[in-house]
């Protein structure tokens, strides 16, 4: 399943990233790569970007780019 | 002070305590520049140490050094090219795993780094907890831990820079930095050499270390409760309470910037026209039909000047504002609210604050709006961001508003000015799409992924002295420019000005006044110490003395034999009288010069041929004389119309009304295409310079220069070609034009998936109508 389907309350694991270049990269920057795990924290009132807690961060992403992220749920 | 100065790097995450380190070795010490051609801040300072002196250089906040954005390649090209004595790479401790991943980019480097583990305090509270011997040992540079908003660790973090950047002979120890060939450089290094690795196995592995390395020098408590920031983020970000908050921000943001902002530059702008008194004692004085044109010139070009340095209590008030926005970890979250809507118009989340601050309802500026887009992380919609920002309100088009509203809608004020306000953002929203998918098509966007970084306290100094930092680099940008500009304009509205003929025409006239005052008070005692060349003096001090009754200096420039006049008694009436009649002639005959020689100059001329074509927009060569003023300042549009419509007989009328009465042409159309065309006016020059700085090229200030007056011009013809063709009203063609400029941003807020739907639904109707006529057929 893709990140962008997750809801808030749902946790689990960064299983592959499915893509390459500046995108690929900058998750990895931010932590977010296979066997990452993460929580989704909230949704933006407009219900786009998504809010996730990896760690002790908080990050948002755009469900535009949470579709390249495939996780697990746990 | 011996030997030169030792380089030092600051680098680190956003967020992680950095600038606190920076001000901290650094003080007051330091110095704010831009890098050549990009838009990232270069933070310099420096400090003493045991005799030496060492150079800082606070590196832009990077997650990592994978070259991506600007503010990564310039971190790398720093590092890698510069050779520092030393780097210190500050991190959160709180975060520690993050900050390892960039140790290890660093690592791979091969640069004398130090590791400043900061807000140890935090970490504490978190149960978290570092052994930092462990840590050094493992990596093999020095860790230094510290608490620096308190101040601690900066002792020990001297000493190791000391350590570190002493010359080899000096130095009791061998250096331990060569012991950091560690496992993870090896590798990266073994695998470079037998194959290609790709950047994200590279991230992996850097990550996996950096995994690795944490679980092995940290011991957590695992305290689960929430985070302080998590709860206050549930009601900042809440469905609900999140736009609500974040429409209180934005409303006190503009109330204490652009309303108190005022109060506070009208207690300021005495201090202006003081300096412009002072300017004008020491100039040659007045003469009685027109200034020395040195005077003329000095005076024009301050004022120009003084009009800007007006506005410094507002820019200081919102760069404050904004700097505590920063600093509290409120930006992001403003993006997160409003990225949904934003993003559909190629503009980013945190496009916001730069629009409010342009004037998104009325009353903003656009300079400080376009420095607050440094905060948007992807080039795109920050370029895009930039050149909407001036077609928002800024106050200085206010005055006109008002002006033509009252003049032409009257009754109508509150709708025209809602009409005005909003319009403009529709039309600056379509714009924005339009940009997006146009001339910014090919322009690298950043992925949308942001921390939203825990809050924090500003402290009082870091924000004062960020406000004051920009407020002089604003000034320091823009100052001569303004006044290279005040003096092409003023060459162009005054020369070659008049003819002989012309001059000495009004020089009789001028005289013909005279005389008469002089045959009225003959028969009035005392009237004889009066001399011709007392006349300028008399009428200023006359004009002090009935404006401001009797407490000011009317008397200051005043011989002490003619101080007679302003006191009580028959005679004096009757000289006050007179001087009243001549005082009032005087300035008619003044304007009447003023505008014969503006309508001669090289702009007037300008304005009268352009006529031509702006006759389809509704505009006279008076307007376009006008139009033409703005382009320094928008203050002086409603100055200019002043001048050229002057006052007829009776001098009552208001400017409103000498421009209606004045001409026949124009009417409300024409004022309902001149207010749209203002509306949209280009920016002033202060703006352009800074969109120059901002996006570090001309290009794009010429871009935000045209379209502008492409873009006004057009809709000025449409408005009023348009409305004379269907016979409409200024009012209802206002209406025309809301609607257009509704369905245009609707239209262009379309999202993709929208368009596909549009598409899919009119496929799907033109496969029913061919199936009904092959039925049919």
Redesign the interface.
Known sequence: MRLSQAVPGDSGTVCRLQTSGMLAQRLLDFGIGPGTTFSVVRMAPLGDPMELQVGSMFLCIRKEEAHHVEVCLS | MKRIPKQIVLTGQPNCGKSTVFNSLTGARQHVANYPGVTVEKKMGSFAHNQQIYDVLDLPGT??L?A?SPEERIARDVLQKTRPHAVIQVMDA??L??GL?LTAQLLEMDIPLILLVNMLDVATR?GIHIDLEQLSERLGVPVVGGIFRQGKGKAKLLKEIKHLTEPPAERQSVPTVSHQGMSLTQSIHHQESTGIL???KR??MR?AWAATLAADVLTSQTKKEP?L??RI??VV????F??LLLLCVIFLLYELAIVKGYQLADITWPLLVKCRECLSNILPAEGFLSPPLISDFLLWILDSLNALFNYIPIFFILFACIAILEDVGYM?RM???????L?RFGLH?QSTLPMVLGGVYVGGCAVPGIMATRGIPDTKSRIATILIIPLLNCLAKIPLYILLVHAYFPGREGACMFFLSTVTLLIALTLAKILHVTVLKNHET????????PYHLPTLQGVLSRATERVWLFIKKIVTIVAAVAVVLFVLLRFPGLSPDQEMQFTSRANHIVTTFFQQIETIDQADTIQPKDLTALISAYEKWRLRGNQEHWESDLPLRLHFIFAEGDNSLQIRKALRTMARKRKRLRRERNRLRIEQSLLGKAGKSLETITKYAGFNWQVNVAIFSALAAKESTVATLGVLYQPAENETQDLGDRIRSANGNFDDLSALALLMFMALYPPCIATLMMIRLETGGSKWMLLALFIPIVMGGIIATLIYSGGRLLCLSGFEMMWWVYVFAISGCAIAGLSDTHLHTIKAYLNAWRGRILSLKNSGS
């Open positions: 997650y990592s994978s991506f709180a975060s795993e993050k991943y978190r790709s950047p994200e991230a992996g990550r985070l920031s998590d983020d549930s970000c809440h469905r609900v999140g736009p992001p993006a997160f609210i409003l990225d949904r809507l993003c989340g950043a992925p949308f992924i942001m921390e939203l970084p």
